[in-house]
């Protein structure tokens, strides 16, 4: 099946600076990103749905101002958490969409902010 | 909205029955239902998938069954084994790139 890779795998940072999470498809053209946020015992929560050469789509609730995404290339699409807060602690997991119904996930990326 | 619910939230059956999840959407637009398997702190695996045009699709010990009219669709899985023990996600989707909408999970113990 087609992989995704997700960088870094885990994060600590303090409260205030910004993050930027990767996510790459190795094996096939990403047209289409997608980017969860996951609490433990949770579902996954769509944040954003990012085409290449597009500006994200973002869920309602979620900041477009704190989560900025960018998805340069086919293969490439960047989380950055903006001024990171306890609260925005969590495990944040992409996907990638070529032209089928499937989505393929990165392994995941947890970020603390102390 | 658009909303999937799935139930039960945990399940725990003994090595060699049976597991069924059940999942129901709300949008009757939608006409792809993927099930993913999540273990603990790793990505979701795709397991199995129906589409729309389709009422069963089966893949060795798991099946999916989709009833369009009353908008459900169910996760079987046979013969448990304890390596199936994880959180089950069912999504609906609207297909193509469109977004998922991803139920709650189900919590699997297989006991040995």
Wanted: glycine share 6%; hydrophobic share 30%.
């Amino acid at each position: 099946g087609a992989v995704v890779s997700q960088h870094p795998s885990w994060v600590i940072c303090k409260s205030g600076t910004s993050v930027k999470i990767e996510c790459r498809s190795l094996d096939f053209q990403a047209t289409t990103m997608f980017w969860y946020r996951q609490f433990p015992k949770q579902s996954l929560m769509l944040m954003a749905t990012s085409n290449e050469g597009s500006k994200a789509t973002y869920e309602q609730g979620v900041e477009k101002d704190k989560f900025l995404i960018n998805h340069a290339s086919l293969t490439l699409s960047t989380l950055t958490v903006t001024s990171a807060h306890p609260e925005d602690s969590s495990f944040y997991i992409c996907s990638g969409a070529e032209s089928t119904d499937t989505q393929y996930f990165g392994p995941g990326t947890r970020l603390t902010v102390l | 909205g658009e909303n999937v619910e799935q139930h039960p939230s945990t399940l725990s059956v003994q090595e060699g029955d049976s597991a069924v999840i059940k999942c129901t959407y709300s949008d009757s637009a939608s006409n792809y239902f993927p099930w993913y398997k999540q273990e603990l702190g790793k990505r979701p695996q795709l397991i199995i998938d129906i589409r729309s045009n389709v009422g069963e699709k089966k893949d060795q010990r798991i099946a999916v069954t989709l009833n369009k009219t009353a908008k459900h669709f169910s996760l079987h899985i046979t013969e448990t084994q304890p390596e199936d023990s994880a959180v089950y996600f069912c999504a609906a989707s609207k297909g193509g790139t469109y977004k998922y909408i991803f139920g709650t999970g189900t919590r699997l113990k297989v006991l040995a």
